[in-house]
């Protein structure tokens, strides 16, 4: 089932902070951070695991809420460069054959100067 | 390395004909992964290679779809009668390993417009 990504849309000014939200029906074992910009492919940010592993960029940070089943995103001091679209993608499947992620629908993020 | 390189980048395609788009991974990477991507929404897995072996298939690949990856490098994913449904980005991944683990670098992808 897809995780359902929280807000959908968000404006900020360059240096504030924001918040992506994705949560899941389903237990999780890994949750995958990507970020789109309009007619390119989506980039990698961050993968965080069951147990508390994190592989990603230095300067974003999130955190996985393994009982509840969701992860955010934290941006902070927003460059203009941050602007794009959110995804998240989760695995729901255990062990190192997992193959599938299910990505949401998406945050848009607009950083204006 | 020049990344996931995929073509062509636009297909514009009467319904009912027959297209095929191609995905050159990253070298060396073993794992292969199509999606489909539309308007306002995230990316829907589609199918999965390792290797030459097609592990995976979504139930949203119909009978019209068809994926191949012959001696485990590129690969090719066939559209036959196409529909206007089928009009979306079609995007392709590569990851040296599994998802649980290992980003996946993904191509530009393909945008198939049925008219």
């Known amino acids: 089932q897809q995780p359902v990504q929280s807000p959908q849309a968000v404006i900020l000014r360059e240096g504030e902070d924001a918040v992506i939200n994705c949560s899941s029906s389903k237990a999780l074992y890994s949750v995958h951070w990507y970020r789109q910009k309009h007619g390119e492919a989506p980039v990698f940010l961050m993968i965080l695991l069951k147990g508390g592993e994190q592989k990603g960029h230095e300067k974003i940070s999130a955190s996985f809420n393994e009982k509840k089943q969701q992860s955010s995103l934290y941006l902070t001091a927003s460059q203009l460069s941050y602007s794009g679209t959110y995804f998240c993608?989760?695995?729901?499947?255990?062990?190192?054959?997992?193959?599938?992620?299910?990505f949401g629908k998406g945050t848009k993020l607009s950083v204006i100067p | 390395d020049t990344g996931v390189s995929q073509n062509p980048r636009h297909k514009i395609t009467k319904r009912g004909q027959n297209v095929t788009f191609r995905c050159d991974p990253i070298?060396?990477?073993?794992?292969l992964y199509w999606y489909r991507q539309t308007l306002g929404q995230g990316p829907e897995f589609l199918t999965y290679f390792q290797n030459e072996a097609q592990l995976e298939k979504s139930r949203l690949l119909s009978d019209r779809f068809s994926a191949e990856r012959p001696k485990g490098s590129f690969s090719t994913l066939e559209i036959q009668r196409t529909e206007q449904g089928d009009s979306a980005m079609y995007l392709c991944?590569?990851?040296?390993?599994?998802?649980?683990?290992?980003?996946?670098?993904f191509g530009q992808g393909t945008r198939l417009t049925v008219v």
């Open positions: 993608g989760t695995d729901t499947h255990s062990g190192a054959g997992s193959y599938q992620l299910t």
């Open positions: 991944a590569s990851s040296p390993g599994g998802w649980v683990n290992t980003e996946a670098f």
């Open positions: 070298s060396e990477h073993n794992r």
